[in-house]
């Protein structure tokens, strides 16, 4: 049987290029046809959020931000989300390395988030693709 492929427009926030690297690696191993979208500070997610993403057609369908950004951090990207109403059903995947209960409350209040801490192991980095894809799915079964 043949997986359907799904197509989605991603914006990955992330100022490590080694791990946009992986991230592009792990997305190539889900059945996803996607446009990604990358951003290496808080000012340029911004922009490409707030600015960009009030044309439908340039906006990202789906946020991977990583918390710990230079000029602005991700904590700030979040409140901007959270502030705009055309970005609040974002389905949103927070990142870091941090497993601090405090950093993973902040997916709790966002409608279609959730928190993932950044493997170490290769393999498991890997896996992320597919754990995207199915946070991506039940987003998109939930809209329907």
């Not at 791990?19 to 190539?28: H, T």
């Not at 927070?94 to 170490?120: C, E, N």
Request: net charge negative; charged share 30%.
């Amino acid at each position: 049987m043949t997986e359907t492929r799904e197509s989605v427009r991603i914006l990955l926030v992330e100022d490590n290029p080694a791990d946009v690297y992986l991230m592009r690696q792990a997305l190539n191993e889900a059945p996803l046809d996607y446009e990604l979208l990358v951003a290496d500070n808080g000012e340029e997610a911004l922009a490409l959020l707030v600015e960009g993403g009030k044309g439908a057609k340039a906006a990202p369908q789906l946020v991977l931000l990583d918390l710990n950004l230079p000029r602005v951090d991700g904590a700030a990207i979040l409140d901007a989300i959270r502030q705009q109403e055309h970005l609040r059903d974002l389905p949103l995947v927070l990142l870091s390395s941090s497993q601090a209960p405090r950093d993973r409350a902040r997916a709790d209040d966002l409608r279609h988030g959730i928190y993932i801490v950044k493997p170490s192991d290769l393999d498991e980095y890997l896996s992320l693709g597919r754990r995207i894809y199915d946070f991506w799915c039940s987003c998109q079964a939930e809209r329907a």
